[in-house]
């Protein structure tokens, strides 16, 4: 059995990797009393009376969505909200495993901006934390800006920090095996993706002094370029990459330390 045949069968078996179990027991009249009707509206009532207790009385304090449009799933591009789920589910697997945190997938059926940004407010209530995850850039850089200045819980895109924070801390270790100093190095992106500029901008936060060389599928990010869109603008005008180089990714690549792609 192939790998692919693997993973589709265990898909299969387990009509996906998550579900939900009470954290109570339900055996009796009063344990459902308790945890549903009548009991269960003093909770409510305590917090309409302070809201801040909702994080005592309900699974908000530990609870975090996985929110996706499928438009930039792993190397399987913009496949759809349906076709994302396994990956969510896959995350929210993780979320459960490695830190004790229960995370549901939230697939959305729209592209739009200010959609998705409305649907998340709108759910935050339930919610802990919001774990953007697979939405296309530049559109994700938005939503997650928006969001966090209007939501009161945290919100992070993944393919951004989560990916940043790895990439960094190997790169610290790997600097320390070859006796490199970050500052002095130079360092070759390829793709300036959600996860490629977040990379960037984490990089030259620890490391002001790293000289950083950005490629996309049309060649080196320059000064000189017409065809950037206003995301690659900010990176060279905030000096986080170099915009002083022409060419493609060979002529990047010569004299350079680190390659990251």
């Known amino acids: 059995m192939s790998k692919n ?17 009470p954290k109570v027991i339900l055996e009796t009249r009063e344990d459902l009393a308790l945890a549903y009707t009548p009991g269960v509206a003093a909770a409510c009532t305590a917090i309409k009376e302070d809201k801040a207790k909702v994080y005592e009385l309900t699974t ?19 496949i759809g909200p349906e076709a994302a789920m ?19 997938p939230i697939c959305l ?13 709108n759910i935050a209530p339930g919610f802990g934390g919001i ?51 970050l500052e002095k190095c130079r360092v070759v992106i390829s793709g300036v993706g959600a996860a490629g500029i977040a990379i960037a901008k984490l990089l030259k936060a620890y490391a002001p002094s790293v000289e950083i060389i950005a490629v996309d599928s ?3 990010i320059s000064k000189g370029r017409k065809d950037l869109n206003a995301t690659k603008v900010s990176l060279l005008a905030g000096n986080i990459i170099s915009g002083n180089n022409d060419g493609n990714l060979a002529s990047a690549m010569k004299g ?5 792609g």
């Open 86 to 104: 396994p990956v969510m589910e896959g995350k929210a697997a993780i979320f459960k495993r490695f830190a004790g945190v229960d995370a549901f």
């Open 109 to 121: 059926d729209t592209k739009d901006t200010e959609q998705i940004i409305e649907t998340v407010k």
């Open 5 to 21: 045949e693997k993973a589709i069968a265990l898909h299969k078996k387990h009509h996906g990797k998550i579900s939900v179990e």
């Open 218 to 220: 049309k060649g080196i």
């Open 131 to 181: 774990n953007l995850e697979d939405i296309a850039a530049p559109r994700c850089f938005e939503i997650e800006k928006q969001l966090q200045k209007e939501l009161d819980i945290p919100v992070m895109h993944d393919d951004q920090h989560g990916t940043a924070v790895v990439v960094l801390a190997g790169l610290i270790t790997a600097s320390k095996i070859a006796k490199k100093n």
């Open 256 to 260: 350079s330390d680190i390659f990251l």
């Open 60 to 78: 908000k304090r530990n609870t975090v969505a996985v929110v996706t449009d499928g438009s930039a799933v792993l190397g399987l591009g913009d």
